[in-house]
């Protein structure tokens, strides 16, 4: 089973950035949408941003839109999440995944990483 690895987070200040990356099996890389969600204590996990797998198109949540950025790199099958402008609100563990349609869809994701945690001091 592909397994995704996070990493890159970290404890920051506010209005700080930080960048996630995601290391993606490289046939789970070329074959699925890639895409981040958080989680705090006691919360529904929350779509955060999503990537095409094929036409880079992107997608975000309204709480992160103009402050985050997904992107990809196909020579490093490396996923990452660009934060800017950072608030304690971001404060969560942060899963990358893959799956066809979870991002849109509410449903289970196929391939998880494990997380990492990103906390945001005030």
């Known amino acids: 089973q592909a397994q995704l690895v996070e990493s890159g987070g970290g404890s920051v200040q506010e209005g700080d950035s930080l960048r996630l990356s995601c290391l993606v099996p490289g046939a789970t890389f070329y074959s699925y949408p890639l895409g981040w969600f958080r989680q705090t204590p006691g919360k529904e996990r929350e779509f955060v941003a999503a990537?095409?797998?094929?036409?880079?198109?992107?997608w975000y949540s309204e709480s992160v839109k103009g402050r985050f950025t997904i992107s990809k790199d196909s020579d490093k099958i490396t996923m990452y999440l660009q934060m800017r402008a950072l608030k304690p609100e971001d404060t969560a563990v942060y899963y990358c995944?893959?799956?066809?349609?979870?991002?849109?869809?509410?449903?289970?994701?196929?391939?998880w990483g494990r997380g990492t945690q990103v906390t945001v001091s005030a």
């Open positions: 995944a893959a799956d066809s349609s979870c991002f849109w869809h509410g449903t289970d994701c196929k391939y």
């Open positions: 990537i095409s797998w094929n036409d880079d198109r992107t």
